[in-house]
């Protein structure tokens, strides 16, 4: 079944949310430049000279920093439209590290209408291998593998897309530092430029380019700019509230909005409840269609 078909068979509070089609996790070639949105939410500081003039080993130092393992989190997700009507979602999610990628998984937890939704990802590090994705709708009793070709695609009426919700290899993008030195709330940035190598991951990511703020004391995001394949249609992200937590820093909220023709289309928030490290109740067997498909 295509990724369209489900989407017709998603409530109505999720199928008509009129969000955008496609964003970022590429979002600077997937949010700062080869890391994937959500993972990009945690990291250590890696040293890095801050006076480096090589922007390919800046995005490979993005890519590199250790961001944790067996972790469980859990945040808030808030959707508003152009009229400013919102809808909140809770989302459950773990992530476990092997031999050549990450596995994730998500669940949502509230409304009811949504409940027991799932998005089950299998990342791998090596660009030319396709990641894998299964999304699960309790109304279907069954779980559907999302094909490569509709990764651009809104992740459940978010500003996300389905390709936000994965990392991606450096060695796919064209990197440029369009400043070497620019202040964000304070954080001393990177202004780096992505831009992908070939159609095939313009298609697959839903972006032409990006423009990425990232931190010289962090390596992680601070802000992004994405400009969208299809729509005529800017994303702007905004990572803010760091933490440390077990000595690696997090990005505890992340804003999104997408922008047409210079007016707000929509927007969506991440804000992160929870978040643990190293939790011996993640395992392999958290990560499978069948568990997909169990629910919470």
Not at 186 to 207: I, M, Q, V
Request: aromatic share 8%; with cysteine.
């Amino acid at each position: 079944m295509s990724y369209h078909r489900l989407h017709k068979l998603l409530p109505a509070s999720q199928a008509n949310f009129p969000l955008l089609r496609a964003l970022l996790r590429g979002t600077a070639a997937r949010v700062a430049l080869g890391a994937g949105l959500l993972s990009s939410l945690a990291a250590p500081a890696l040293a890095l000279d801050p006076n480096t003039k090589d922007a390919r080993a800046i995005a490979k130092a993005v890519e590199d920093r250790e961001s944790g393992d067996r972790i469980v989190s859990r945040v808030t997700l808030t959707l508003q439209d152009a009229a400013g009507r919102k809808r909140v979602r809770k989302l459950n999610q773990q992530s476990l590290k092997f031999d050549g990628g990450t596995r994730s998984i998500i669940f949502f937890e509230a409304p009811a209408d949504v409940r027991n939704t799932g998005l089950l990802s299998v990342d791998f590090d090596d660009g030319k291998k396709e990641d894998d994705q299964w999304l699960y709708l309790p109304s279907l009793h069954k779980s559907t593998r999302i094909s490569t070709s509709d990764r651009s695609g809104s992740f459940m009426g978010t500003d996300l897309t389905y390709s936000d919700m994965t990392k991606k290899d450096p060695e796919q993008y064209d990197y440029a530092i369009i400043e070497q030195s620019v202040k964000v709330d304070g954080e001393d940035c990177w202004l780096l430029e992505a831009r992908p190598r070939s159609e095939k991951e313009k298609k697959e990511t839903g972006y032409v380019k990006t423009h990425t703020w990232i931190s010289k004391s962090k390596l992680m995001p601070v802000q992004v700019k994405a400009w969208v394949k299809e729509g005529k249609k800017l994303k702007y992200m905004k990572f803010s509230n760091f933490e440390k937590i077990d000595g690696i820093w997090v990005a505890k909220r992340l804003a999104v909005r997408t922008v047409r023709g210079g007016k707000v289309d929509s927007q969506t928030l991440l804000e992160t409840n929870t978040m643990k490290f190293n939790q011996a109740s993640v395992t392999e067997s958290q990560f499978s269609e069948r568990r997909l498909e169990q629910g919470l």
